[in-house]
């Protein structure tokens, strides 16, 4: 049976998620007319605009003048006094340019963020998580090494974690263009956040019949299928499988990322500083 077409649409407002002015609107008026002007360097295309598929009631325009008065505050970054060059360009990059917070925040039912910036949400359209960049339970940085974060950013790939799925795109097509005092600028504003508070702890399952039946087939597709690379404890084997037990993308409070890995895996990205990827698609096309 063939399987249904994938919802394309998002749940809230396409305008937040295409177009992130929420956050671009702290970009500088000189950055965003040397945009406009790389922009015009473009070779022109003829293309008909498809029609709007936004469904009802987020199709209704004149709707976004109450939104932008609820939610939107224009206004470009200042930077702080108090702080280094390096964090205050880090910041302008990270809540402007970077629109970081447009994935990594959770938002109410008409698509506003809510909460602490940066504090993590599930990216509706995608069916990603995005962690929280401010606790290092999920994504928090606090405690990594600068060179160890701007590797992340620029390559995909660290000593301590990777990015895959929606981040391994950004990283892919964005960030490992920046230069290297763009990348340790954004580093060092990240280490620097303050940390939130830890989630509230999971609490397992009651353990009923079907719930057992239900862990002793994992423990066979798991014994079966990914035993082998990932060890029997899932400790993984260093430079080669990525540990599983106490992983921070699979104990985070959302399953998400740890299904979208198991159906689609979570591969790096292949960068210029990454390019082992690169050469092993490569080969699988021989």
């Known amino acids: 049976m063939a399987r249904p077409a994938r919802r394309q649409i998002p749940r809230w407002p396409a305008f937040i998620s295409t177009f992130p002015y929420t956050e671009y609107t ?144 950004v990283v892919r097509q964005s960030l490992q263009h920046l230069t290297g005092e763009d990348l340790r600028a954004m580093a060092v504003y990240l280490k620097s956040l303050p940390e939130s508070g830890p989630p509230a702890a999971a609490t397992g399952p009651v353990l009923t019949e079907q719930i057992q039946k239900q862990l002793g087939q994992g423990a066979r597709i798991y014994e079966k299928h990914c035993e082998d690379c990932h060890g029997k404890s899932g400790q993984g084997a260093p430079g080669a499988y990525p540990p599983l037990a106490g992983n921070r993308g699979v104990v985070l409070p959302s399953p998400l990322n740890a299904i979208r890995s198991v159906l689609n895996g979570g591969y790096p990205p292949s960068t210029a500083g990454n390019p082992a990827l690169t050469a092993c698609r490569r080969l699988r096309r021989r």
Request: hydrophobic content about 40%; aromatic content about 12%.
């Open 26 to 169: 702290k970009v500088t008026r000189d950055d965003s007319d040397a945009i406009f002007a790389y922009l015009q360097t473009l070779p022109a295309v003829s293309q008909r605009n498809p029609p709007n598929r936004i469904s009802f009631p987020y199709g209704f325009r004149p709707l976004l003048y109450v939104w932008r008065a609820l939610y939107f505050k224009p206004g470009v970054y200042q930077p702080q006094a108090a702080r280094s060059d390096a964090w205050n360009r880090g910041a302008y990059l990270v809540q402007g340019l970077g629109h970081c917070n447009a994935c990594h925040a959770t938002r109410n039912a008409l698509g506003a963020a809510r909460g602490a910036a940066l504090g993590g949400g599930q990216i509706e359209g995608l069916n990603w998580y995005a962690p929280s960049l401010t606790s290092r339970r999920e994504a928090g940085s606090a405690e990594w090494p600068v060179d160890d974060l701007v590797r992340l950013l620029a390559t995909g790939v660290s000593p301590r974690a990777f990015a895959s799925g929606p981040m391994a795109e």
